[in-house]
Nanobody, 118 residues
Framework: QVYLVESGGGLVQAGGSLRLSCAAS????????MGWYRQAPGKEREMVAHIISGGSITYGESAKGRFTISRDGAKDTVALQMDSLKPDDTAVYYCNFKVPWRPQDDYWGQGTQVTVSS
């Protein structure tokens, strides 16, 4: 079992910035992937960014050029720095932890609301 604790999020004006953090604890296997997904009302959940424990990063189209993902391997934490936020970025953001070679190890955080006002 892996436990994810998210922090950050909130209300910000368009053009502003927010930082999300997620800490994983429990029975952690490596290599693993930590990342952020988001879901807006009436839309499917989409991948924002993820980072493998070895450092390889993938960004979703919506995040490219504006968001930066990073992780502290020693602490099993991942952060998402979101800049130049737009109202379309309004969504619930979820932290995800998975171990690709162990399908049963796919965990989600409780979600944190990000609201960007125009």
């Amino acid at each position: 079992q892996v436990y994810l604790v998210e922090s950050g999020g909130g209300l910000v004006q368009a053009g502003g910035s927010l930082r999300l953090s997620c800490a994983a604890s429990g029975n952690i296997f490596s290599p693993n992937v930590m990342g952020w997904y988001r879901q807006a009302p009436g839309k499917e959940r989409e991948m924002v960014a993820h980072i493998i424990s070895g450092g390889s990063i993938t960004y979703g189209e919506s995040a490219k050029g504006r968001f930066t993902i990073s992780r502290d391997g020693a602490k099993d934490t991942v952060a998402l720095q979101m800049d130049s936020l737009k109202p379309d970025d309004t969504a619930v953001y979820y932290c995800n932890f998975k171990v690709p070679w162990r399908p049963q190890d796919d965990y989600w955080g409780q979600g944190t609301q990000v609201t960007v006002s125009s």
